[in-house]
């Protein structure tokens, strides 16, 4: 393995006994890209940078960027195309290095150009994936985002030759944010980094996003650890855990208790990397200092977290995941082409999610202890593993109920001061409150959350 690059970093900072914490940031104006990446950099704890594109560069509407540059109108992210590759060198210029990777972040479809723009700048690190790219955010076909990241993976494996080792995170595990019960989240997560494997890719990490049980969590993650010590044996790989990406608690000290959670979580599962969350979550983009909070409370609260030991059990989340992952790749040998059959027989099929080229028969639900599972199970390959009997209709007053459950649940044990033990105090998860969830329209789509 080589010992360089973003994957190594978290490595070196696993075996030193610490989490890697992580903003999603990301600001158009050069000056304050870097302000926020030299404030990250300074942050208590072993931290890594972040850049965030904007929403022009990332549906590949580069006209639309350009001229907001041109016209001074500041972007929700930078955008890395259509900057000069010299401004972005001096955004990155004594911040970046080995002791401070940066990863480009972005929910593209197709994301060629941002690659070519990312490795000619000097990076080496991104995120996302042929599905967990194209289903939440906007109407591309699947087969178009399959081919976009076939073609980019294999771009930016060519880092290689150059000595300098790419690394590709999964956004599998945050389908759509919330209600997607834990072991669907799994199994795309483990596609997708198997994906990324056979298009050149040997250092991977693979994403969990908190959902709405604490001990469910730690199944699904000791599941996804299993899965990929099974899929990717000469790889070096790690996890990483987003704090609840759905309707945030709006008080302060609510959030940052979800957010404590997280970290507990990450922590307690010997996870490498945690994508926090800040205060301010529930109403605006969040300041620099905000993330820098975030990130301080992060890494204070997992150092004073115990680990959970996996006994390697049975567990149904990954029953449920195992059963997924090999009904997909015993379709295609290609690991790409097994999942748009997949997905067209409904072999994967993400709970109240729009687009297209999912068949939308899955339904999920709450259950009386928090716990997320399959109320209708479709055409999904679960017969026998997920127990009869179990289908449960979905109101639509039920689904709005379930989609504010974490916001309500924390926002009142703020209010009551009991913000709820930590995961290493709470076996069997009785007491202790994690999650995630977004939005619902008014026909009962789940929307997306940014990455």
Avoid at 304 to 325: C, F, H, P, S
Avoid at 355 to 365: E, K, V
Avoid at 427 to 433: E, F, H, L, N, P
């Amino acid at each position: 393995m080589s010992g360089t690059g973003f994957g190594a970093f978290v490595r070196r900072a696993h075996q030193a006994g610490e989490l890697v914490v992580q903003p999603r940031m990301g600001m158009s104006e050069p000056a304050r890209m870097r302000a926020g990446l030299a404030a990250t950099r300074a942050a208590a704890g072993r931290t890594v940078g972040t850049i965030t594109l904007d929403s022009y560069t990332r549906v590949g509407d580069l006209e639309s960027a350009e001229l907001a540059l041109l016209e001074g109108v500041s972007l929700n992210g930078y955008p890395i195309v259509s900057h000069d590759v010299a401004t972005t060198r001096q955004v990155l210029d004594g911040i970046h290095g080995p002791d401070f990777p940066v990863q480009v972040r972005h929910g593209s479809a197709a994301p060629l150009d941002i690659f070519r723009a990312l490795m000619t700048v000097g990076l080496d690190a991104s995120e996302g994936g042929p599905v967990s790219y194209c289903l939440p955010y906007g109407r591309i076909p699947l087969h178009q985002s399959v081919d976009n990241w076939s073609r980019s993976c294999e771009l930016f494996a060519r880092l290689r030759d150059l000595g300098r080792e790419p690394h590709l995170e999964t956004f599998g595990g945050c389908m759509l944010g919330q209600l997607c019960p834990p072991s669907q989240l799994v199994a795309i997560s483990a596609l997708e980094a198997l994906f990324f494997h056979q298009h050149g890719l040997r250092s991977i990490s693979a994403s969990y996003a908190q959902q709405t049980h604490p001990q469910q969590d730690v199944e699904a993650v000791f599941a996804l650890r299993r899965l990929c010590a099974e899929l990717l044996p000469d790889t070096d790989w790690h996890v990483v855990i987003y704090a609840y990406m759905g309707v945030y608690p709006t008080s302060p000290e609510g959030a940052l208790g979800l957010l404590g959670r997280a970290a507990e979580l990450a922590a307690a599962t010997g996870s490498e990397r945690l994508i926090v969350k800040t205060v301010a979550e529930s109403v605006r983009i969040p300041t620099v200092e905000e993330n820098v909070g975030a990130l301080e409370h992060a890494a204070a609260t997992a150092a004073r977290t115990r680990r959970v030991a996996d006994d390697g059990g049975e567990t149904q989340t990954y029953a449920e995941a195992a059963a997924l992952v090999s009904a997909v790749l015993n379709l295609d040998p290609d690991v790409g082409q097994a999942m748009l059959l997949a997905f067209q027989r409904g072999y994967l099929d993400i709970p109240y999610c729009l687009h297209p080229d999912n068949q939308g028969r899955t339904r999920s639900y709450l259950d009386g202890e928090g716990r997320l599972r399959w109320a209708d199970i479709g055409r999904l390959p679960l017969t026998g593993v997920v127990q009869a009997g179990e289908s449960h209709t979905v109101t639509s007053g039920e689904l709005l109920e379930s989609l504010s459950y974490i916001r309500r649940k924390f926002d009142s044990a703020a209010i009551e001061g009991t913000p709820g033990r930590a995961l290493s105090e709470d076996a069997d998860g009785a007491s202790a409150d994690t999650g995630r969830a977004s939005g619902a329209a008014q026909s009962g789509a789940v929307s997306p959350a940014p990455p």
